[in-house]
């Protein structure tokens, strides 16, 4: 049973998208997630995990990465291990950036774009990014630490008007 309130322990953000079309850039969607300190929850990230960027103590992980989006069903997968993270972390932003590479490409331009987040079977929530369909980038989902054993999580998509680098220095401004 789920609640408003329930922790979560170890959650799974995934991603699916499909190719891109004719001539056009190709699209690569990427799962960010942004540590935050316990001393400095919504400034600088204390550290990133993405395509190419691992947690340093292995609690956060990026199951599988796609560059196209070719292929059926999940495209790109990230498991965050909540309960296993350092006392000195307090919360964590994951978000979706694209590739801004080969030309602006914005949500609304990728087809059939959608993102679960779950625990185990259960899923917590799911978008398809419709809210934010002129955005280049998005927060999805925030976890934050509510006592020193309990992670809670809320849904939170936001869209930015920025590539993935300036992305992840924004991610976690106050909403
Ligand atoms: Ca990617």
Redesign the pocket.
């Known amino acids: 049973m789920s609640s408003l309130n329930k922790g979560v322990e170890k959650v799974e953000v995934a991603l699916r998208w499909d190719p891109s079309t004719g001539g056009g850039p190709v699209h690569?969607?990427?799962i960010i997630a942004a540590v935050y300190g316990a001393q400095d929850p919504t400034g600088a990230p204390a550290y990133l995990v993405h395509?190419d960027s691992r947690s340093p103590d292995g609690t956060i992980t990026l199951n599988r990465?796609?560059?196209t989006g070719q292929g059926l069903g999940i495209d790109?997968s990230m498991t965050l291990e909540l309960d296993r993270l350092a006392p000195t972390y307090a919360r964590v932003v994951v978000g979706v950036a694209i590739q801004q590479g080969g030309g602006r490409v914005t949500f609304g331009d990728v087809a059939n774009t959608g993102v679960i987040v779950k625990e185990g079977y259960d899923e917590l929530f799911r978008d398809d990014f419709t809210a934010v369909r002129d955005a280049t980038s998005a927060t999805v989902v925030e976890f934050t630490r509510e006592t020193p054993s309990t992670w809670t999580y809320r849904p939170a998509v936001h869209g930015f008007d920025s590539d993935p680098d300036a992305f992840t220095r924004l991610m976690g401004t106050p909403r």
């Open positions: 690569d969607l990427d395509f990465d796609s560059r790109e």
